[in-house]
């Protein structure tokens, strides 16, 4: 496995400990359908939480949270409704990005709910 996918599956795991943590329910993790995927879903509440997971080993090029671009946000809506129309779910929704820079052992994170609206 490439350096990149270790760290990016060692984030979600600290992401997945830390939403848990903060009593969030785990639904599903790395969720696909067709070519789209989501790190995970989870329900904080009555709400379904759709998460985006960016884990760098440091922030020289910005945070980890900029690289969710407008295309990527579009993309995650798509998979967000399919997930939604394949349960048949009717709940508020929303987009949580959790950002991690993971250097020499130490993890920060920043949640930031509500990260975009679709």
Known sequence: ???HNELGKK?????????????YEILERNWRNRHKEVDIIAKDG????????KTRRSSDYGDPFIAVSRQK???????????????????????????????????????????FLP
């Open 73 to 115: 946000q579009a993309y995650l809506i798509a998979a967000a409704n399919a997930f939604i129309f394949s349960h048949n779910l009717d709940c508020n929704t929303r987009f949580d990005i959790i950002s991690i820079v993971h250097n020499n052992g130490n993890s920060e994170i920043e949640h930031i709910e509500d990260a």
């Open 1 to 3: 496995m490439a350096k």
């Open 11 to 23: 984030g979600e795991e600290i992401a997945i400990q830390y939403l848990t943590e903060k009593g």
């Open 46 to 53: 009555e709400d379904l939480v759709i998460v985006e997971v």
